[in-house]
C-alpha cells in the first residue's frame, strides 16, 4: 500500500478496474479523460504520450483495458506527478507507464522527437480572466492555460509524434475553431471529430478529435455522443464504464 498524504484517499477507476490516489480537495478527474480514452481508436501496441497527465488518469485507463505498448504521462505541477507515480506503482504499472515531470512547452531530453505512434491530452480549456480562478490551486492549473495554452499542446504533441502519428484531444466546442487552426498549423490533419451533448436537444458542450501528423485532407463527422439520458447516464457512457 502506498503512502498517502493527509488530503489523499484511493478512488475505484471504474472503466479501468484499477484505483487512483485522489486528494479530496485538489484537482480530481472528469468524465473528460474517459470519453477520450474510448474515443481513442488504438491497436493497443501502440508507444503513447499524455500531455498534462494529472493523476495519471488516462495512462491507467488505458493500461487497465490492456493496452500492451508503453505509455509516457507528462505532467507539470510536482505534486500531480507525485500522486501518478504511487497510482501506477499501487496498480502494479510501472514497466508499463512512466511518468515524467516536466514543461511541455520545453520537452524534456527524454522524450525523444518523432518517438510516439500516439498522443493523448485532455488540456485547461478556459483562457487566463475568463471565469474563476485559484492561484497556485492544482484546479485551477488544471481547468485554466496557466502554464500553456491549446497550442502549446499541439506543438508539442507534433514534435513527439512519428510521420503518420495520431493525435487525440478533448476541447470545449466553443473553442473549435482555435483547436482545428491550431492542429492545422501544427500538421496535424484532423481526421475524425465528434461532438459531446450532454443531453438530446442540447448544444455541443465538449468535441472529441484525431488528427494524423502529415495526413491528408477530409475530415469525418462522426454521430454525436450524449452523455445524459434523463438524470441518469446514457447507454452509451454506461457502455464505456463497462456497465451497459
Known amino acids: 500500500m502506498p503512502t498517502l498524504l493527509p488530503d489523499e484517499e484511493i478512488h475505484l477507476l471504474r472503466p479501468a478496474g484499477l484505483k487512483i490516489i485522489q486528494a479530496r480537495s485538489g ?8 470519453l477520450l480514452c474510448a474515443f481513442a481508436a488504438l491497436d493497443g501496441t501502440e508507444r ?18 490492456g493496452h500492451g505498448g508503453a505509455i509516457v504521462g507528462v505532467e507539470l505541477q510536482p505534486q500531480l506527478a507525485d500522486r501518478a507515480r504511487r497510482s501506477v ?8 507507464i512512466a511518468i515524467i515531470e516536466g514543461d511541455l512547452r520545453a520537452l524534456p531530453a ?33 481547468r485554466h492555460e496557466l502554464a500553456g495554452g ?14 503518420g502519428g495520431r493525435f ?60 445524459y439520458d434523463g438524470d441518469r447516464y446514457s447507454e452509451e457512457v454506461l457502455r464505456i464504464y463497462g456497465e451497459g
Do not use: W
Not at 506503482?89 to 508499463?96: I, T, V
Not at 525523444?112 to 497556485?136: H, M
Not at 491549446?150 to 512519428?162: E, H, N, Q
Open 27 to 34: 484537482y480530481r478527474f472528469s468524465l473528460d479523460p474517459v
Open 168 to 227: 487525440f484531444v478533448i476541447f470545449l466546442a466553443e473553442r473549435l475553431n482555435e483547436l482545428l487552426a491550431v492542429m492545422s498549423r501544427e500538421g496535424l490533419e484532423p481526421k475524425r471529430l465528434r461532438t459531446v451533448h450532454s443531453r438530446t436537444g442540447e448544444g455541443a458542450k465538449m468535441v472529441l478529435v484525431e488528427g494524423r501528423k502529415g495526413g491528408r485532407g477530409g475530415l469525418a463527422v462522426e454521430a454525436p455522443l450524449f452523455v
Open 150 to 163: 491549446i497550442g502549446d499542446f499541439v506543438r508539442a504533441a507534433a514534435i513527439l509524434l512519428k510521420p
Open 48 to 65: 503513447l504520450a499524455d500531455l498534462g497527465t494529472g493523476s495519471g488518469v488516462m495512462p491507467l485507463i488505458l493500461a487497465g483495458r
Open 110 to 142: 527524454s522524450l525523444a522527437p518523432g518517438t510516439f505512434d500516439g498522443v493523448l491530452c485532455n488540456p485547461p480549456y478556459r483562457k487566463p480572466g475568463t471565469g474563476k480562478v485559484a492561484p497556485g490551486s492544482e484546479r485551477g492549473a488544471a
Open 89 to 96: 506503482a499501487l496498480n502494479g504499472l510501472q514497466d508499463r
